[in-house]
């Protein structure tokens, strides 16, 4: 260029040089022969340098691109730690360097180098599992930090290259997580609601979005759900695409019966609503019965008749069940949240997802008292989805005296708790119940092979429920009989001990038999000789 120039006092400015002055003025030492080392922090610097200045072999020997390429390939590649700080230095750098290939070289070389390190580790690495929690962090993130270091573009292109040569998921997960705690300051559950101040938002929407992609979908690797919890909240918080939310909703569902209540109580972002996020809930519970839906598919293929009780399938549906009733009384309390999202979100569930309706009861009670301004119809509506035959005990004696619940209602609850009474007292409840069963079953002998097969499913699953509700009913009579019990083996006591308890279990009795018990006691005598022809006409005339 000096040689071009017609002046000989011509002054040269070179703009932008890769690097800086830091990396101009090492070539220029290069030049003279004056002694510098070529280290990790400079030598991506110097390589783009040398090839923006031409330091070819046209011009000489063993020139600048020939050493930083020697030392790029027999001293960065072969190293991870090396590898990384190059990568990290090439995010200050213009797109030179894309075009000489330095960051696809490091790319390339992390994710070999990480799938080598497992290999040759042995059990420590691969077998930490059984080992304690110490070592087995120190194997999961022997390397994460590193990457933590590095910007989202050039970490999601590492994590790719990893997935391709073979590095374990679990590692991958780790990684994941400490990038997402690095980058995301609030990623935890106390301070997922205030925006970390170093990121534009941009930047953050990027970021979770980039993370929820690149997370495993291999079955056997288990994403932690509080992480996922995290990222959810914050893909809502920095408003990520409607894809990625759906996305990370779909893996929740997928374990949504090991999730715990604080895990699904997500605040709601929008002012003036309700304070929870009611709506990304019920999405996850829709993909979660999907899922549900395709299980049970699956297993009737087969035409397999398993135990009672045995599939997994309904016993995660029950559990399920539980934690949307505990959810319900949550958010029951809050004054902005409508009825139409509150039965939506009782509806949803099938019936077969509880065995009683006591946390079902329960919320839709504390709706009722803080929202004292619904009409009559609107209460008949919330209250329409409570069996009062899957009520226990206590919860009928709450309902027949609660004023909050339409008086409809309150009659029916009265109305089944006499005739479970009763039936409880005839002794004839399961042959009752299996007699109806194997009744409705001869009708279903006309329908076609696929409709009769969903018939029998749905009869086998009410038969599973209804033998579970026995179950609650029974402990609910060997508590009873166990009070009555003690009061009168308690010989230390006076006599009126006895005698209340016998009076005590004669008034719970004798609270919805009204005037039949009294007609009973006349007519004892009459009654023994036909006692299972009456037997049966009450049962008859009750079912």
């Known amino acids: 260029m000096v040689a071009d120039a017609k002046d000989s006092a011509a002054k040269l400015e070179l703009h932008n040089i890769p690097g800086g002055p830091q990396a101009f003025e090492l070539a220029m030492k290069f030049c003279y022969g004056m002694n510098f080392e070529i280290t990790s922090g400079n030598v991506a610097h110097l390589r783009c340098a040398a090839e923006y200045l031409e330091m070819s072999e046209d011009y000489r020997d063993e020139n600048l691109i020939e050493r930083t390429e020697i030392y790029l390939n027999e001293v960065v590649v072969q190293s991870l730690e090396k590898s990384v700080e190059v990568l990290t230095t090439c995010q200050t750098l213009p797109p030179i360097a894309e075009e000489v ?4 070289r490091c790319v390339e070389a992390i994710a070999t ?33 590193d990457l933590s270091l590095l910007r989202i573009e050039y970490y999601q292109r590492v994590i790719f290259a990893m997935q391709r040569t073979g590095v374990r998921p679990d590692s991958i997960v780790a990684s994941l997580m400490h990038f997402a705690q690095t980058s995301l300051k609030g990623i935890g559950k106390c301070q997922i609601w205030k925006k970390p101040d170093s990121l534009p938002e941009h930047d953050q929407r990027t970021i979770v979005e980039t993370l929820i992609s690149l997370m495993p979908t291999e079955k056997s690797c288990s994403v932690p759900l509080s ?26 569902a997928y374990r949504l019966e090991m999730v715990t209540l604080d895990d699904i109580l997500i605040p709601s972002i929008y002012a003036g609503g309700s304070l929870y996020d009611v709506d990304t809930v019920h999405r996850i519970l829709v993909n979660f019965l999907q899922r549900i839906e395709e299980e049970e598919e699956d297993e009737d293929c087969g035409y397999e008749s398993e135990g009672i009780g045995n599939s997994p399938s309904h016993g995660s549906l029950l559990k399920v069940g539980r934690l949307i009733d ?14 139409q999202k509150f039965v939506a979100m009782i509806e949803v569930l099938p019936d077969y997802a509880r065995v009683i309706d006591d946390g079902l009861y329960r919320a839709v009670d504390i709706y009722l008292k803080v929202h004292s301004m619904l009409t009559e119809q609107e209460c008949k509506k919330l209250c329409k989805f409570i069996d009062c035959q899957k009520l226990s005990q206590e919860a009928c004696n709450h309902a027949a005296q609660n ?50 097969y969903a018939s029998l499913r749905r009869e086998n699953r009410e038969l599973k ?15 009873e009989q166990l009070f009555m019990k003690q009061g009168m083996m308690d010989k230390t006591g006076n006599g009126k001990t006895f005698l209340t308890s016998i009076s005590k279990g004669i008034g719970k009795m004798g609270i919805f038999s009204g005037q039949a018990g009294g007609k009973r006691q ?13 037997g049966r006409g009450r049962r008859h005339s009750l079912s």
Do not use: H
Request: glycine share 6%; net charge positive; charged share 25%.
């Open 326 to 339: 505990s959810y319900l009384a949550e958010i029951a309390p809050d004054p902005y949240l409508s009825l």
């Open 101 to 104: 290939g330095i960051p696809s």
């Open 403 to 452: 004023d909050r619940l339409p008086v409809q209602m309150t009659v029916r609850v009265l109305y089944f708790e006499q005739v479970r009474l009763k039936t409880a007292l005839s002794g004839n409840s399961v042959d009752g119940f299996v007699s109806q069963r194997i009744s409705s079953g001869v009708a279903s002998a006309a329908m076609s092979p696929r409709d009769n």
């Open 227 to 252: 992480f996922m919890f995290g990222m959810l909240r914050m893909s809502i918080m920095v408003d990520a695409a409607i894809a990625c939310r759906l996305e990370i909703e779909r893996r929740i």
């Open 113 to 145: 180098n990480a799938c080598k390190e497992q290999l040759m580790s042995g059990l420590s690495m691969l077998n930490c599992d059984g080992e304690s929690p110490e070592l087995k962090s120190g194997c999961l993130e022997w390397w994460v930090e």
């Open 465 to 479: 429920l209804e033998i579970s509700r026995m179950r609650v009913r029974l402990s609910e009579l060997e508590k």
């Open 522 to 534: 006349k007519s004892s005598r009459k009654s023994r000789g036909s006692e299972g022809k009456t």
